[in-house]
């Protein structure tokens, strides 16, 4: 069974850092690519960011061009997100999620499955 | 960068209804677009990828179609458990659309 368990979200301070891990299971987690999809409280999905399976290439929103870095350890079966300069409208909840097809050369073909995601409050 | 527009933003419908929820790209997007279902408190869950592929597992009263900008996604016969929103989502990049409430009436 495919497993992703996020961690390391909280609350941080306005201009603060976090980063987030996405430990996978019950895959080859190398030959897939990966993604980080946020919901800010009551709105809808935003990708922010994406990596191929072997993390040659990447893809960032512009709204964390910049700020924020995407990388993976296929060793340790781990995604991360490495979130800098935070600011309060990066306030959500932020889902790994693992694309659907294997040794895809793009970042993303949809999204299946996610984690159960991990809360990011950044406030003073 | 390529906006995906959602249609209704909600809607208010009866067990039984067939639901039309419709999604338009502003420009070609081929078929490379997916449907996701959301629960309140739960992960998005795919139900249709490229256009009109169900995904494995998903009841066949859900279905999608469309191709090139206009896409749509169908509900046959309404159950009480497909009271959720609904998202489409372009694949490169991904992009999503601003999601569908589907409510009871």
């Not at chain 1, 897939?32 to 191929?52: E, F, H, N």
């Not at chain 1, 870095?69 to 800098?84: E, F, G």
């Not at chain 1, 050369?105 to 409050?121: C, E, K, R, Y």
Request: hydrophobic content about 30%; glycine content about 10%; aromatic content about 12%.
């Amino acid at each position: 069974e495919v497993q992703l368990l996020e961690s390391g979200g909280g609350l941080v301070q306005p201009g603060g850092s976090l980063r987030l891990s996405c430990a996978a299971s019950g895959f080859t987690f190398g030959t897939y690519a990966m993604s980080w999809v946020r919901q800010a409280p009551g709105k809808g999905l935003d990708c922010v960011s994406a990596i191929t399976g072997s993390g040659d290439s990447t893809y960032y929103a512009d709204s964390v061009k910049g700020r924020f870095t995407i990388s993976r350890d296929n060793s340790k079966n781990t995604l991360y997100l490495q979130m800098h300069s935070l600011r309060a409208e990066d306030t959500a909840v932020y889902y790994c999620a693992k694309d659907a097809v294997q040794y895809s050369s793009s970042w993303s073909n949809w999204f299946d499955p996610w984690g159960q995601g991990t809360l990011v409050t950044v406030s003073s | 960068d390529i906006q995906m527009t959602q249609s209704p933003s909600s809607l208010s419908a009866s067990v039984g209804d067939r639901v039309t929820i419709t999604c338009r790209a502003s420009q070609s997007i081929s078929s490379y677009l997916n449907w996701y279902q959301q629960k309140p408190g739960k992960a998005p869950e795919v139900l249709i990828y490229a256009a009109s592929s169900l995904q494995s597992g998903v009841p066949s009263r859900f279905s999608g179609s469309g191709s090139g900008t206009d896409f749509t996604l169908t509900i046959s016969s309404l159950q009480p458990e497909d009271f959720a929103t609904y998202y489409c989502q372009h694949s490169y990049p991904p992009t999503f659309g601003g999601g569908t409430k589907v409510e009871i009436k």
